[in-house]
């Protein structure tokens, strides 16, 4: 059965403070891995894709990698419009494009 | 613009109601799905349709129905038999099920279902 756990459950940072949400997975075969950001009360808004690892991507102060085991998204400098959800999801071989998705990590950015 | 849409936003259901949630999509995606949403909690599949006039039950399907007579519509039902239906219901839809590359699914603003 596919896995995904994130970790921290919340993160609270102040305003240009570092820091990396964690992405556990267990898939029999991983075709891709997804970030999403997910706001109050909307759907999740798609952010990245990850297919095998050693990838690597970026978008603004976001950056994902990814390992045989787990993905880091990567926050450089957050602004508090960078709070939010953000919401991993496993796509399995052979599963057809149906995602397993972890918990979720809070992320609140202070100014 | 292209873009999944979700109706209503909210939606409110008596005890022993059935209901129906519409989600519509015009980005021409063969696959569509629908997760649910509690709070605090990640996303968790409960139909998906790869084809039209296809759909399969995914991790928790009972108490729900769906149907796909159009490659754009893929409503959902929730009907008296959900025990617990009050939840936060998402949309989604794909390229194709099947295939590589672009496999990212899209999803919709969601709606809010109570149970009064």
């Known amino acids: 059965e596919d896995q995904v756990t994130q970790s921290p459950e919340a993160l609270r940072l102040q305003e240009g403070e570092s820091s990396s949400l964690n992405c556990s997975y267990t898939?029999?075969?991983?075709?891709?891995l997804f970030w999403y950001r997910q706001d109050p009360g909307k759907g999740p808004e798609f952010l990245f894709t990850?297919?095998?690892a050693g990838e690597e991507k970026e978008k603004e102060r976001l950056k994902a990698t990814l390992t045989k085991k787990e993905s880091f998204l990567h926050i450089t400098a957050p602004k508090p419009e960078d709070s939010a959800t953000y919401l991993c999801?496993?796509?399995?071989?052979?599963?057809?494009?149906?995602?397993?998705f972890g918990g979720g990590t809070r992320l609140m950015v202070k100014p | 613009d292209g873009g999944i849409t979700q109706s209503p936003k909210y939606l409110f259901r008596k005890e022993g109601q059935n209901v129906t949630l519409s989600c519509e999509q015009n980005?021409?995606?063969?696959?569509m799905y629908w997760y649910r949403q509690d709070p605090g909690q990640g996303l968790r599949l409960i139909y998906y349709?790869?084809?039209?006039?296809d759909f399969q039950k995914g991790d928790i399907a009972e108490g729900y129905s769906v149907s796909r007579e159009k490659k754009e519509s893929f409503p959902l039902t929730v009907t008296s038999a959900q025990k617990n239906p009050t939840a936060f219901y998402l949309c989604?839809?794909?390229?194709?099920?099947w295939g590589s590359g672009n496999t990212e699914a899209f999803f919709g603003q969601g709606t809010r279902l109570t149970v009064v």
């Open positions: 989604a839809s794909s390229i194709a099920a």
């Open positions: 898939v029999s075969g991983l075709r891709g």
């Open positions: 990850l297919y095998s």
């Open positions: 999801a496993v796509q399995a071989r052979g599963a057809g494009n149906m995602l397993t």
């Open positions: 980005l021409n995606h063969d696959a």
């Open positions: 349709s790869q084809i039209v006039n």
